[in-house]
């Protein structure tokens, strides 16, 4: 890390400085310069940050150097994660592409859904079983019982089964059950979560939260990569912004960006993160442009009667047209489908 | 709600709306003007927002009305909630001071924070066993020695116990040791730890998530209420925002906003919300200017040798004159620490 | 627009709020609905709101329903504007790349970017003569000489210039070298500056302030188009967010939702959207997908030795590179550049 | 700056950054690391970031270490800055409070407005006569003869004229009949309006933009004291962020941050911070509190009935029990209206 001194430091504070770093069992250089003293200092700084140098009598700023996350990082693994699952895969130049409802409803619901987004080339099925809903009066899911009726979709198709698990103590049972456990936006930072599905071998689709910064995602992939599970694939969903036209902001860049720092893939999901059904096609499209390794899309044979997200759900024709545009895309880019 | 159609809604568009809203058990009002014709509807329209009206042809926004929450709103309750736990009294015109450190790390620290922050003035203390951290390489609490040490606290001094409780398997475990059960920003919407959290009657603090709307953090409230919690309090520590010279902006209006829409009492965090000690003292006296009903702050005997958060940690005489300037602002607005 | 009162509101209060609508010439309709009164307003309200409704008291809330722009609306012209200027199409199915230097430094450097951006297939030239900078102590452009430098370059390549104006009297200036006047990020909201522009037939590239919602944006094209101009492209440059690893976060979903709105074609700046030259290709190829009627690109000869930018800048080959992509995303969406 | 070389880069490119620095007239100082080189350099860096050095190959980021504004930081003048204009002190311990309406209408409403804010203890009156609108169709201002009403106001009462200038020719117009030239949030980066302002000897009161950082703000007003005006007041007045609840989000934490690096005072706006007249009081309270050198605020008669900002607008009596609340406040922290 480099601490900055503030112009006017005296001797006697530089020295303090120095002698605190030495004592974390780092090495100091200290630079002086025309205006300001710098002090770079070398070594494994990772939590050091955190430890109260920047509150020190003279330092004016801390800035770190190493990025704070390792086993996602590029420069330990040069090659790219592709992630199989099933039916599914994820990176390598294939774009997965996961469709389905928000909220698994009855059998005809997902098993009808099912057929038609695999008929128009989905190569994952998705459907809430456990809900996490803003508000304790909304559908909070079928929980179990969406879970067998995914299991009976995926047997009807052969399509892998995306579905959110909400709580580390559901792990086991929806592991059993799905081909990838999701990870939902509001738990990207729920560390117990993290840590249970870092305990099994099922892959994990990590949603970014709308106020994680990409270093925090990143991180937060660290945690279940750490415990053993590497097959992470990452998901940008929209940040919070000050945009109200759109539920969230969705952020293309952030594609190239984490591809250029890790080798997990990236999937998009154009669904939350625009909130309406006609802004979808533009941004699947945008988002294969960018390089996603993945979609993930909510799609209802009758979007209107939906039991949640209706207002940003495809119905099956318009999901047919986002996958034809979708599949020239990723052909002008070298990939497929 | 109010629907509003598009400039060339046909007829039939629109008699196929007043349908789907009679059909979802609602009333109907439609307004011919003199661009745009309305539909404005009656009844209790919670959810029926999510269920796809927006997506019918002919459509061009639906504008919700009423409050989603119920239990928290001042329209159920006028008159406001004072929670008190032990030492802590927070609101009915008491500005409830918790103070300690981010962790805690042994029982000398401990002991000694009590002590030092309840001279000061302070009627909780504050103090992590189980941290929720950013990074799995960060340090990440004592546990339940951790609670043991925060009991010997109490024993010591007679301050309320505020600690985190991150899920919600440890909600009954703290809930034996703790005064007040704090759910950090990063599980304001992990709803099974809001559940569990509903079901015991100790108060909860609950932070309100940097990327929450206030409304949201009211939802999240009702979850706690709706189990049967009413001893809940709701805690602004700031917001993620473009700023980057602040860790988090912090928006005090939430306090007075929150006041005329909800009975339930408000604190706010300096620390977390500002992120630097040197800020600390004058948000401080601006949240209580502004109405805060409670205070939480970051307080440590050697900050610079903090396990965590050390930089935005004040020490014991920092501490000190902090209280006296917040004695002196409550008095000029009617209310004492 | 759409008044809601409080849940408590006196009838005397709801008499009041629809006295003061009829003295403001509008229509008031009454609902009472099982939990609160609404009173729908018929009328062009498109300045009221600002009246004061919403102190009046009683009333909890004023909901607009008119959409604030007029003349760049798709109600009032559901064509699609093509803007021409010279050698420079964009929309109606063309792709216009506008590409060149962040500001003109001298007459090697201009026209050499000139001849390499039109060979890979660019059809406009930008170049900063005029050059708003944050710091008063950065380079601020060549003036009126850099005007003369671009005409050369034109004269030489064909190519239509497009170039900033940062103040209202020097529009007549500007309009006699340029084929297209960009009016930047920061004078968005410069009113006096985009009156002046609406008063020249010179068509304007009009960038989108970094905090300015959409509506926001369309607002401040009806200046110009109010003013006679209409021949306005509008363009997306990214916003301020949280996110700090690219300069500014580029929502694309601002293609589509514009789109849907406003007949006038829409741009696209992956250079300042992002930030970083390493992200360009995949956010050029991104808008393209998401149906950008341009790109306004940073190229220079020698990125790391341009005065201004340097970081986002792309060199030539960079640029050829970004162009092929773009040629075949373009032709997979029915389009070409 | 700080140059941090990727972890993998090699000799040569090191060495080729080095080169570059040298060739910058600047001195670097490579430090090799257990995981990663840095280079440091020293000599005043303030234009050479934007100079492309973080496209070279092999450097992973280019951290700035010396703020980029001079004049307005501390270290220049430790000494705060107190602006005098006329029957108005900002700063020194005193808080300087201007209030009025949004725009003056006529000649009855300021002068009576003017009586009453004098009367409840203002020292500055406020009225727009040149209002810039997002809306072509909104109200914009008296113009010239609303700054000779401004005039017969301060005739009639003494208070010092503050009022905005939107255009660097009208600021020779505007600073013959205003004691402080106000620029607006939307003006904050006109340089051609900052370099007119800077360019009289009229106090300048420089509002923050909502996207704008407050280094962003320094630099603004370093463009004012470089011109030679000397007399500038910041003002904040709110930033974009995604919350909806308030117009803007008011950080006051700005306030304690500007103090320790700028000599110039601070002035808070909480009329257009947060958007709604029933928080307006609680955050002028929070602002002398967190430490404000003055306050800006709409006063209006009959905000019911005024031209613009009705909603946000305070009445007499309520002005009166603000500047009451403020005043006590303002005695608690050692300062006076």
Same mark, same amino acid.
């Given at each position: 890390?480099?601490?900055?001194?503030?112009?006017?430091?005296?001797?006697?504070?530089?020295?303090?400085?120095?002698?605190?770093?030495?004592?974390?069992?780092?090495?100091?250089?200290?630079?002086?310069?025309?205006?300001?003293?710098?002090?770079?200092?070398?070594?494994?700084?990772?939590?050091?940050?955190?430890?109260?140098?920047?509150?020190?009598?003279?330092?004016?700023?801390?800035?770190?150097?190493?990025?704070?996350?390792?086993?996602?990082?590029?420069?330990?693994?040069?090659?790219?994660?592709?992630?199989?699952?099933?039916?599914?895969?994820?990176?390598?130049?294939?774009?997965?592409?996961?469709?389905?409802?928000?909220?698994?409803?009855?059998?005809?619901?997902?098993?009808?859904?099912?057929?038609?987004?695999?008929?128009?080339?989905?190569?994952?099925?998705?459907?809430?079983?456990?809900?996490?809903?803003?508000?304790?009066?909304?559908?909070?899911?079928?929980?179990?019982?969406?879970?067998?009726?995914?299991?009976?979709?995926?047997?009807?198709?052969?399509? *892998?089964?995306?579905?959110?698990?909400?709580?580390?103590? $559901? +792990? %086991?049972?929806?592991? #059993?059950?799905? &081909? !990838?456990?999701?990870?939902?936006?509001?738990?990207?930072?729920?560390?117990?979560?993290?840590?249970?599905?870092?305990?099994?071998?099922?892959?994990?689709?990590?949603?970014?939260?709308?106020?994680?910064?990409?270093?925090?995602?990143?991180?937060?992939?660290?945690?279940?990569?750490?415990?053993?599970?590497?097959?992470?694939?990452?998901?940008?969903?929209?940040?919070?912004?000050?945009?109200?036209?759109?539920?969230?902001?969705?952020?293309?860049?952030?594609?190239?960006?984490?591809?250029?720092?890790?080798?997990?893939?990236?999937?998009?999901?154009?669904?939350?993160?625009?909130?309406?059904?006609?802004?979808?096609?533009?941004?699947?499209?945008?988002?294969?442009?960018?390089?996603?390794?993945?979609?993930?899309?909510?799609?209802?044979?009758?979007?209107? *009667?939906?039991?949640?997200?209706?207002?940003?759900?495809? $119905? +099956? %024709?318009?999901?047919? #047209?986002?996958? &034809? !545009?979708?599949?020239?895309?990723?052909?002008?880019?070298?990939?497929?489908?």
């Amino acid at each position: 890390m480099i601490i900055v001194m503030q112009a006017g430091a005296s001797e006697a504070e530089l020295e303090h400085v120095v002698a605190r770093v030495e004592r974390l069992g780092l090495r100091p250089h200290v630079i002086v310069g025309t205006e300001r003293t710098v002090v770079a200092v070398v070594g494994d700084e990772r939590d050091a940050v955190s430890r109260g140098l920047e509150t020190l009598p003279g330092v004016a700023a801390v800035l770190p150097i190493l990025a704070p996350y390792k086993v996602a990082s590029r420069e330990v693994q040069a090659e790219p994660t592709v992630v199989r699952a099933g039916s599914l895969t994820v990176g390598g130049g294939r774009v997965g592409v996961i469709a389905g409802p928000c909220s698994v409803e009855d059998r005809e619901q997902i098993v009808t859904t099912a057929r038609a987004v695999k008929e128009a080339g989905a190569t994952g099925l998705r459907g809430g079983a456990f809900k996490p809903r803003t508000s304790p009066y909304s559908f909070q899911g079928l929980k179990e019982q969406g879970l067998e009726l995914l299991a009976e979709a995926r047997a009807e198709t052969g399509l *892998a089964i995306v579905t959110e698990v909400v709580s580390p103590e $559901d +792990v %086991p049972l929806v592991a #059993r059950f799905a &081909d !990838v456990l999701q990870i939902g936006a509001r738990n990207m930072q729920n560390y117990r979560l993290l840590e249970a599905a870092g305990r099994v071998q099922v892959p994990v689709l990590l949603k970014r939260g709308p106020a994680a910064t990409v270093e925090e995602l990143l991180l937060a992939a660290e945690y279940i990569l750490d415990g053993g599970n590497r097959q992470v694939m990452l998901c940008e969903r929209g940040i919070r912004t000050f945009e109200s036209h759109t539920r969230f902001t969705l952020p293309l860049a952030t594609v190239p960006w984490l591809h250029a720092r890790t080798h997990l893939p990236v999937v998009v999901d154009p669904s939350h993160g625009t909130g309406h059904a006609n802004l979808v096609e533009s941004m699947a499209a945008a988002a294969v442009a960018a390089g996603a390794d993945g979609l993930i899309v909510e799609v209802h044979p009758d979007p209107k *009667a939906a039991a949640s997200d209706g207002g940003q759900t495809l $119905d +099956v %024709p318009a999901f047919g #047209r986002m996958m &034809d !545009v979708c599949r020239r895309i990723a052909a002008a880019v070298g990939r497929h489908l």
